[in-house]
């Protein structure tokens, strides 16, 4: 149910409207006056990075099996990547889309700019300020975007596990891309790597990214909440430091701060728990690596559990039976996630498996195949709910047995009373 305005937010429009006055006429003054070399202007590579690869945790490299994984050549619109042996090589031709960076699942390819975790914080910093947040492209844009639009080089280069963190947290996500601009772009696979990584998402978080065609339907307004905040935050002066620290709520931009940083320190004690948990460590002496996509997965886990119903991951399921103990399985996982040990059993921590199936593609023997598990197993357990929980039937079995024994005490006197 929408929430009726108030006194404080006809304040605001009037506000808005006398500062959108203001800024009209500065904005003239200042094309008048500016230097035109001095002025911003839109350059599409701006938006674009050239992934860099380390082979170190390509599972094809390390396994000297091509075939182990193909997903980032699959996801290159221009055949860009090859392996040779254990080398792995981005060559001149790169179009710089970031698709092969967003469909490697043991993040082979590094990147600054979209980075996952980088990429979820710039995302929910716009939904959590504005009514609405736009994904798009350079061409789709073909101009400098406005505070709630984000530009990625292709709108698939946004992971699905990032998409899925982010709807878990926010209704107001949609891409903009006008009518015609995939058909004609160059990154002939990123709609398909956009329009499997968002529907994944929308099926396990049950919600959905809304899609703009006409630039004439978008909107830039801050959301209510935010406007209300700031607001509040500005007319403060002299105390705003003051009442910010007693509570940042009051101010939109710090609330919007503390929001992202709550995320970050999830996740950081999400790593701690689990390296507590299964160690940091396989039999192997090998150092597991939980990469920065299953982060934002678990930590979306955490805060909606049920939601583990609805995703369908694949998990390594290892017949004993067939296994020769080769170790190629061990080998071809480079975060490590599968371990064989001194007797030869072999094992997976599926919090830190990222479902590439390469380990069942390598095994000679077909003892390694892909089968649906349950998701419910990446929800850490909370020690700390669980020691409250345990209080808790702690204390109302005391209270039961305490009306258990005023009751009979109760009784007893209700004897005695009869017996006079």
Same mark, same amino acid.
């Given at each position: 149910?929408?929430?009726?305005?108030?006194?404080?937010?006809?304040?605001?429009?009037?506000?808005?409207?006398?500062?959108?006055?203001?800024?009209?006429?500065?904005?003239?003054?200042?094309?008048?006056?500016?230097?035109?070399?001095?002025?911003?202007?839109?350059?599409?590579?701006?938006?674009?990075?050239?992934?860099?690869?380390?082979?170190?945790?390509?599972?094809?490299?390390?396994?000297?099996?091509?075939?182990?994984?193909?997903?980032?050549?699959? +996801?290159?619109?221009?055949?860009?990547?090859?392996?040779?042996?254990?080398?792995?090589?981005?060559? =001149?031709?790169?179009?710089?889309?970031?698709?092969?960076?967003?469909?490697?699942?043991?993040?082979?390819?590094?990147?600054?700019?979209?980075? *996952?975790?980088?990429?979820?914080?710039?995302?929910?910093?716009?939904?959590?300020?504005?009514?609405?947040?736009?994904?798009?492209?350079?061409?789709?844009?073909?101009?400098?975007?406005?505070?709630?639009?984000?530009?990625? *080089?292709?709108?698939?280069?946004?992971?699905?596990?990032?998409?899925?963190?982010?709807?878990?947290?926010?209704?107001?996500?949609?891409?903009?891309?006008?009518?015609?601009?995939?058909?004609?772009?160059?990154? +002939?696979?990123?709609?398909?790597?956009?329009?499997?990584?968002?529907?994944?998402? &929308?099926?396990?978080?049950?919600?959905?990214?809304?899609?703009?065609?006409?630039?004439?339907?978008?909107?830039?307004?801050?959301?209510?909440?935010?406007?209300?905040?700031?607001?509040?935050?500005?007319?403060?002066?002299?105390?705003?430091?003051?009442?910010?620290?007693?509570?940042?709520?009051?101010?939109?931009?710090?609330?919007?701060?503390?929001?992202?940083?709550?995320?970050?320190?999830?996740?950081?004690?999400?790593?701690?728990?689990? &390296?507590?948990?299964?160690?940091?460590?396989?039999?192997?002496?090998?150092?597991?690596?939980?990469?920065?996509?299953?982060?934002?997965?678990?930590?979306?886990?955490?805060?909606?559990?049920?939601?583990?119903?609805?995703?369908?991951?694949?998990?390594?399921?290892?017949?004993?039976?067939?296994?020769?103990?080769? =170790?190629?399985?061990?080998?071809?996982?480079?975060?490590?996630?599968?371990?064989?040990?001194?007797?030869?059993?072999?094992?997976?921590?599926? *919090?830190?498996?990222?479902?590439?199936?390469?380990?069942?593609?390598?095994?000679?023997?077909?003892?390694?195949?892909?089968?649906? +598990?349950?998701?419910?197993?990446?929800?850490?357990?909370?020690?700390?709910?669980?020691?409250?929980?345990?209080?808790?039937?702690?204390?109302?079995?005391?209270?039961?047995?305490?009306?258990?024994?005023?009751?009979?005490?109760?009784?007893?006197?209700?004897?005695?009373?009869?017996?006079?």
């Amino acid at each position: 149910m929408a929430k009726k305005r108030d006194f404080l937010d006809d304040i605001i429009d009037i506000q808005s409207d006398l500062n959108a006055i203001s800024r009209s006429g500065d904005d003239l003054v200042g094309q008048l006056t500016a230097d035109p070399e001095d002025q911003p202007f839109f350059d599409p590579d701006d938006y674009r990075e050239r992934p860099r690869p380390n082979s170190t945790f390509c599972v094809a490299a390390a396994s000297g099996d091509s075939q182990a994984c193909r997903l980032c050549m699959d +996801a290159c619109p221009v055949d860009a990547i090859t392996i040779h042996g254990a080398s792995l090589r981005i060559e =001149d031709t790169c179009c710089r889309c970031g698709l092969c960076a967003a469909a490697c699942p043991t993040e082979t390819f590094i990147v600054r700019k979209n980075a *996952p975790l980088a990429l979820y914080d710039n995302v929910a910093r716009v939904a959590a300020a504005y009514e609405q947040c736009y994904v798009t492209c350079p061409r789709a844009l073909d101009r400098l975007p406005r505070e709630n639009e984000i530009i990625l *080089p292709c709108v698939g280069a946004m992971p699905r596990e990032v998409w899925f963190d982010l709807l878990c947290d926010f209704s107001n996500l949609s891409v903009y891309l006008p009518l015609g601009v995939c058909d004609e772009c160059k990154v +002939a696979t990123g709609e398909i790597a956009f329009s499997d990584a968002i529907a994944d998402a &929308e099926e396990w978080s049950g919600e959905s990214v809304g899609l703009e065609i006409d630039e004439a339907d978008l909107t830039h307004s801050q959301n209510r909440a935010y406007k209300r905040s700031q607001f509040v935050s500005n007319i403060t002066t002299a105390g705003t430091r003051l009442v910010t620290r007693a509570n940042p709520a009051l101010a939109g931009a710090q609330a919007v701060a503390n929001r992202l940083s709550a995320h970050s320190k999830q996740i950081t004690e999400l790593q701690k728990k689990l &390296e507590q948990a299964v160690g940091t460590q396989n039999a192997q002496s090998r150092h597991r690596m939980l990469t920065r996509k299953r982060r934002l997965v678990l930590a979306a886990l955490q805060k909606y559990p049920d939601l583990a119903d609805e995703m369908y991951l694949e998990f390594p399921h290892i017949d004993a039976t067939l296994c020769t103990m080769c =170790d190629a399985c061990s080998k071809a996982c480079t975060i490590h996630a599968l371990e064989m040990d001194k007797s030869g059993c072999v094992t997976v921590e599926q *919090p830190y498996c990222v479902n590439c199936g390469a380990c069942a593609v390598v095994c000679p023997e077909g003892a390694i195949h892909m089968q649906r +598990a349950d998701v419910s197993e990446l929800v850490l357990p909370d020690e700390e709910a669980e020691k409250r929980e345990r209080q808790r039937r702690r204390t109302a079995k005391l209270k039961e047995q305490g009306k258990e024994t005023l009751n009979k005490g109760l009784d007893l006197l209700e004897g005695l009373a009869e017996d006079k």
